[in-house]
């Protein structure tokens, strides 16, 4: 790929001098930013999933040892303000807007920076086992005490090598061999001057008061057990942050979950977030929120009588369901949606991200059920339910008609099974 500019003080551009690298060709950009003392291989376990849907950007931070150490500049990078810069640079001279931005650690702030500086140029921030300010202070637990930290530089200065064969497996934080192995090398090929001079760059950092300055959307992304960024940091960010915030606390331990439990990394978020993914839609301005959301086999065009009316009275929100023909096929995952569970729990981040509550929910036959799973898990979104045609059975039980034998049912999905488009026109007789 050719580099756009040359004015920023790297020659080649930021984009090439640090190793910038696009994987796919989706019309979305996705930008992957690595934390304190990894590269862009952190990422290697996703990027082949990612580059299915995404165009996806990836490089190195200045301080890695894959860039030329000559660009590391001290002064400049004692601030995430510098990295920001380098961010802002290499999103330029790629010609890109409204990307995703996935910044882990020390990136999640730097991301955040980049966004009040040039917010068009992110659509969405996924802030992956970030801080705000590693020490603990008051009212605020950081995760680190200042001796602590102290006690961390001393052990780099006097010995480096061995300080990182103590503090790789800490910062993995579980029994994972070829993370920890991952992580070492990569922090033993820093140069040990650089290394200290970032680690005090970031374990110094107070940035607590840019968050509600950041307007663009955040899902907030913790393992449940980090050694580095405590949990109650996760929730502390979801208040500040001016925008639409969520918090996913992945089941996991670890600070590196993109090496230890990449897999759990997919299942959580769509990337922009549910609405978007969901392809969400607001109609009107009224006071009051009222949810469409439509059953099988149709999408949110089924609504499109009533929403006219509705906009009137209404703010009216419609989304399609994960089945659709409009949503991206990738986020089908059939175990997830093997329940009514999958469903409700997009409904709920749908919700929590749009910041809504006490809404007028009207689900049409399977979302009726959608709803009421919802409405037990989170029953302060919701003030009222209308249930469409739905029901909590469609089989015929002792004492209960659902409506259909099981030997109908069986019937019904051997039809599907052999002539999908036979099936779909005798329904439609």
Avoid at 32 to 60: E, I, M, N, R, T
Avoid at 93 to 109: D, P, R
Avoid at 150 to 163: C, E, G, I, S
Avoid at 256 to 264: C, G, I, V
Wanted: glycine share 8%.
């Amino acid at each position: 790929m050719d580099v756009q500019y040359h004015g920023h003080g790297y020659g080649g551009g930021t984009f090439e001098a640090l190793n910038g690298k696009i994987y796919g060709n989706g019309t979305e950009t996705l930008v992957l930013a690595h934390g304190y003392g990894s590269d862009q291989s952190v990422w290697h376990y996703l990027v082949p999933y990612l580059a299915c849907c995404f165009k996806v950007v990836v490089f190195d931070l200045v301080f890695s040892a894959n860039v030329s150490p000559h660009l590391y500049n001290p002064r400049k990078y004692s601030s995430f303000n510098g990295y920001a810069s380098d961010l802002v640079n290499l999103l330029d001279e790629l010609n890109v807007n409204k990307t995703i931005f996935v910044g882990h650690s020390m990136s999640a702030m730097i991301g955040c920076i980049a966004s009040i500086k040039r917010p068009e140029l992110f659509k969405h921030l996924i802030l992956l086992g970030g801080s705000p300010r590693y020490l603990d202070a008051k009212g605020y637990n950081g995760g680190f005490t200042r001796s602590e930290i102290n006690a961390l530089f001393k052990q780099m200065d006097r010995n480096y090598t061995r300080w990182v064969q103590a503090f790789a497996p800490v910062a993995v934080g579980m029994n994972n061999t070829p993370a920890t192995t991952e992580f070492k090398n990569s922090l033993w090929r820093m140069k040990p001057e650089i290394a200290l001079s970032v680690a005090k760059a970031v374990f110094l950092s107070d940035w607590r008061r840019i968050l509600p300055k950041v307007f663009v959307p955040c899902t907030i992304i913790q393992s449940k057990r980090d050694p580095i960024v405590p949990n109650s940091v996760a929730y502390y960010m979801k208040r500040n942050l001016h925008g639409h915030a969520r918090v996913e606390i992945l089941d996991t331990r670890g600070h590196f979950p993109q090496l230890t439990a990449y897999n759990l990394l997919l299942k959580h978020g769509y990337g922009g977030g549910t609405f978007e993914a969901l392809n969400g839609k607001i109609y009107g301005n009224g006071t009051e929120t009222l949810v469409l959301a439509h059953g099988y086999g149709s999408d949110q065009s089924i609504w499109h009588y009533l929403v006219p009316y509705l906009a009137c009275c209404f703010k009216v929100v419609v989304f399609d369901l994960v089945f659709s023909a409009n949503v991206s096929p990738h986020l089908y995952n059939p175990k997830k949606y093997s329940s009514f569970n999958g469903y409700a729990s997009d409904l709920v981040n749908l919700l929590d991200e749009l910041n809504a509550n006490k809404t007028i929910f009207v689900g049409h036959s399977m979302s009726a059920m959608i709803g009421c799973i919802a409405s037990i898990k989170r029953p302060e979104l919701f003030k009222h339910l209308i249930l469409l045609g739905g029901s909590p059975r469609y089989l015929d039980a002792k004492g209960y008609n659902g409506g259909f034998t099981r030997s109908e049912i069986n019937a019904l999905f051997k039809q599907m099974d052999r002539n999908y488009t036979s099936w779909v026109k005798l329904l439609l007789r």
